[in-house]
C-alpha cells in the first residue's frame, strides 16, 4: 500500500547547526505535504506545508524541500535551537503520517 | 486560541469493556478526526467526520466506531477494547479548506486495556 516513512528515527545536532529532516513516500500521485512537531505531552503542531508544483517552501527558520522525481521531501531548520527538540513528521494530507524523527539538540 | 480538548489525558480499561474517548472542538470546525498514535508507526487514521452524524472510516478503523451528533464534538467508540488497542489516541479538527495550517490536534489520551 502506499506510505510515508522518515529516513532516520533520531538525529541529534549541536546548538546553531542546521538540522535536516528527511521523508519518503510512495505515491507518486501525492500532491500536497505538511511538516509537524510533536513536543512531549503535546499534540502535533503545524510547522510548513508545500504543494506539488512547488519544489521549495521557506517559513520562518525552516525550508522544505520537494523533489517529486525521487519521491523525497526534507525539512531543513536553520541554526537549531534547544527548543526546536522534539519528533517532528512529515505527513501527505493528514491521511498518512511518516513515523516520526525525534530530534535531540545539544547544547 | 483554538482549541480541541480531549476528555482525559490517561485511561486504564479492562478487556472487554465498552470505552468512550471523547473530543471537543470550539472553533466551529467542520472536520474532526481521530488518529491512534504508536512508537515506530507514526499517526494512523482511524475515523474522521466532514459533518454532524457523517463519518467516513481511515486507514485502521477495525475494532473502533465513531458519532458525531453535534458539530464540536467527535466521540471515538471501542466496542469491546482489547489489549491491542492499548496507544495513544489524538483528535484533530479543522476548517472545510484542509490545509495543513488550519489542523488543530488535542493533546491525546494515553488508553492502557489490561
Known amino acids: 500500500g502506499e506510505s510515508v516513512g522518515l529516513h532516520l528515527p533520531t538525529l541529534s545536532v549541536q546548538e546553531g547547526d542546521n538540522s535536516i529532516i528527511n521523508c519518503a513516500y510512495s505515491n507518486s500521485a501525492s500532491d500536497y505535504f505538511i511538516w509537524y512537531k510533536q513536543e512531549s505531552g503535546k499534540g502535533p503542531q503545524f510547522i510548513i506545508d508545500?504543494?506539488?508544483?512547488?519544489d521549495k517552501r521557506q517559513g520562518q527558520r525552516v525550508t522544505v524541500l520537494l523533489n517529486k522525481t525521487v519521491k523525497h521531501l526534507s525539512l531543513q531548520i536553520a541554526a537549531t535551537q534547544p527548543g526546536d527538540s522534539a519528533v517532528y513528521f512529515c505527513?501527505?494530507?493528514?491521511?498518512?503520517f511518516g513515523a516520526g524523527t525525534r530530534l535531540t539538540v545539544k547544547p | 486560541d483554538v482549541k480541541v480538548t480531549q476528555s482525559s489525558r490517561y485511561l486504564v480499561k479492562r478487556t472487554g469493556e465498552k470505552v468512550f474517548l471523547e473530543c471537543v472542538q470550539d472553533m466551529d470546525h467542520e472536520n474532526m478526526f481521530w488518529y491512534r498514535q504508536d512508537p515506530g508507526l507514526g499517526l494512523r487514521l482511524i475515523y474522521f467526520s466532514y459533518d454532524v452524524k457523517m463519518k467516513e472510516k481511515g486507514d485502521i478503523p477495525e475494532g473502533y466506531s465513531v458519532s458525531r451528533e453535534k458539530k464540536e464534538r467527535f466521540s471515538l467508540i471501542l466496542e469491546s477494547a482489547s489489549t491491542n488497542q492499548t496507544s495513544m489516541y489524538l483528535c484533530a479538527s479543522s476548517p472545510h479548506t484542509g490545509t495543513g495550517d488550519g489542523y488543530t490536534f488535542g493533546s491525546g489520551t494515553r488508553l492502557t486495556v489490561v
Open positions: 508545500i504543494r506539488s508544483n512547488m
Open positions: 505527513a501527505e494530507r493528514v491521511q498518512r
